[in-house]
């Protein structure tokens, strides 16, 4: 079974604080995806990467960015964390080579900044 | 641009009831279509897919049918039990593209 896994399911932090949400996959997948989820909003797409050290934005990139530095690994960095990046950060990755688009999770980072 | 829209929640229903959850999507290219499931605390789970017109996907008695002529995959079970209590995220990928454009959600609880 293909596995993701993230690195804190819940974490509080403060404004201004640099945060850094880790997610490793074992499948050996080249796409890796960050999205947030929020009430009403459903998931929406922060970056997506698809190879080593290459990324895309999403639809909402701003006061995001990432890192890919393996293949298996993908971090989300808040550079400055902002009460409304309060949210659920879901990783997900997706092999290439598939005739469909399915992505697997990793369960998720609550994260709360005060 | 390529889009999805769900049946707005919450849907309550007792057990063993019957469950429709609408989904239509607009889409340039020829999208595969997916329910996925997110149980409380958890992330997300794949329910069920289907990757062109007529398909049917089907799961743990869920299915939905997927319906070029009127853009929809909507979700149904017979008879859903307390454990089917969860959100249910429809969503596409179009192919040649990486991405998922997702619904919004809905939430289900089932009572006793």
């Known amino acids: 079974d293909v596995k993701v896994t993230q690195s804190s399911r819940y974490l509080v932090k403060r404004t201004g604080e640099k945060v850094f949400l880790e997610c490793v996959q074992d499948?050996?997948?080249?796409?890796m995806f960050w999205y947030r989820q929020d009430p009403g909003l459903g998931l929406r797409l922060i970056y997506f990467s698809y190879d080593v050290k290459m990324k895309e934005k999403g639809d909402i990139p701003e006061g995001y960015s990432v890192s890919r530095e393996k293949k298996e690994r993908f971090s989300l960095i808040l550079e400055s964390a902002s009460t409304n990046q309060t949210s659920m950060y879901l990783c997900?990755?997706?092999?290439?080579?598939?005739?469909?688009?399915?992505?697997?999770f990793g369960p998720g980072t609550r994260l709360t900044v005060l | 641009g390529d889009s999805v829209t769900q049946m707005e929640g919450p849907v309550t229903l007792s057990e063993e009831a019957f469950l429709t959850i609408n989904c239509t999507y607009t889409a340039t290219g020829y999208p595969s279509l997916f329910w996925y499931v997110q149980y409380p605390g958890e992330g997300l789970q794949l329910l069920l897919k289907?990757?062109?017109?007529?398909d049917k996907g089907s799961n743990k008695g869920f299915e939905a049918t997927y319906r070029k002529e009127t853009t929809s995959f909507h979700l149904e079970k017979g008879s859903v039990q307390v454990s089917d209590s969860a959100v249910y995220f429809c969503?596409?990928?179009?192919?040649?593209?990486?991405?998922?454009?997702f619904g919004q959600g809905t939430r289900l609880t089932i009572n006793p």
């Open positions: 997900a990755s997706r092999g290439v080579g598939r005739d469909d688009n399915e992505q697997f």
């Open positions: 969503a596409l990928g179009v192919q040649g593209a990486q991405k998922l454009v």
């Open positions: 499948m050996d997948h080249e796409n």
């Open positions: 289907a990757t062109k017109a007529d």
